[in-house]
T-cell receptor
Framework: QKEVEQDPGPLSVPEGAIVSLNCTYSNSAFQYFMWYRQYSRKGPELLMY????GNKEDGRFTAQVDKSSKYISLFIRDSQPSDSATYLCASGNEKLTFGTGTRLTIIP | ETGVTQTPRHLVMGMTNKKSLKCEQHLGHNAMYWYKQSAKKPLELMFV???????ENNSVPSRFSPECPNSSHLFLHLHTLQPEDSALYLCASSQEFAVAGVPHEQYFGPGTRLTVT
């Protein structure tokens, strides 16, 4: 079993839709959870960083962690074509374990 | 230059060649990382350096040899690679590796696209 599982997609949604991206993890000791966004031909950049369970909101983005089910989610409201990218979830403690990334396309 | 830079951006090498990837960070960070990114696979951590000392080596074959001469520069020396080593190699840096078990935000470079023929 992979430590962090993420559906690679691809996922295509129309502009303005709400996007839901999800990951599961297997190690109940993981305390820190991150979402990175990677544009084509670029390195990943940190989008959201959360500790333990709960929600964190930043503009159109909301990160949600449910430690009881070991489920991590990223919601994007009012999606824009500029949100088209690959989204990688990561979780861990000192060391992060990444998912495979989900490729997202927002269709104008 | 700002952020994390990597050279070359693209590299094609034969299995008998020796080449090096270079990474430089302009952020004043103390930790640097090498990752391998292959299609449909998770980002794989290869090596971590903290204050120029290697603190993590994730069972990486010896044909990959890292070098960290100072906190701003990181190299990955490559020799006798295999076609399955073709991937995007990403360098990252963070303020520290981890303090009291807390991971720091990592800043990534654009990567070197390596093709082994």
């Amino acid at each position: 079993q992979k430590e962090v599982e993420q559906d690679p997609g691809p996922l295509s949604v129309p502009e303005g839709a709400i996007v839901s991206l999800n990951c599961t993890y297997s190690n109940s000791a993981f305390q820190y959870f991150m979402w990175y966004r990677q544009y084509s031909r670029k390195g990943p950049e940190l989008l959201m960083y959360t500790y333990s369970s709960g929600n964190k909101e930043d503009g159109r983005f909301t990160a949600q962690v449910d430690k009881s089910s070991k489920y991590i989610s990223l919601f994007i409201r009012d999606s824009q074509p500029s949100d088209s990218a690959t989204y990688l979830c990561a979780s861990g403690n000192e060391k992060l374990t990444f998912g495979t990334g989900t490729r997202l396309t927002i269709i104008p | 230059e700002t952020g994390v830079t990597q050279t070359p951006r693209h590299l094609v090498m034969g299995m008998t060649n020796k080449k090096s990837l270079k990474c430089e960070q302009h952020l004043g960070h103390n930790a640097m990382y090498w990752y391998k990114q292959s299609a449909k696979k998770p980002l794989e951590l290869m090596f971590v350096y903290s204050l120029e000392e290697r603190v993590e080596n994730n069972s990486v074959p010896s044909r990959f040899s890292p070098e960290c001469p100072n906190s701003s520069h990181l190299f990955l020396h490559l020799h006798t690679l295999q076609p399955e080593d073709s991937a995007l190699y990403l360098c990252a840096s963070s303020q520290e590796f981890a303090v009291a078990g807390v991971p720091h935000e990592q800043y990534f470079g654009p990567g070197t696209r390596l093709t082994v023929t």
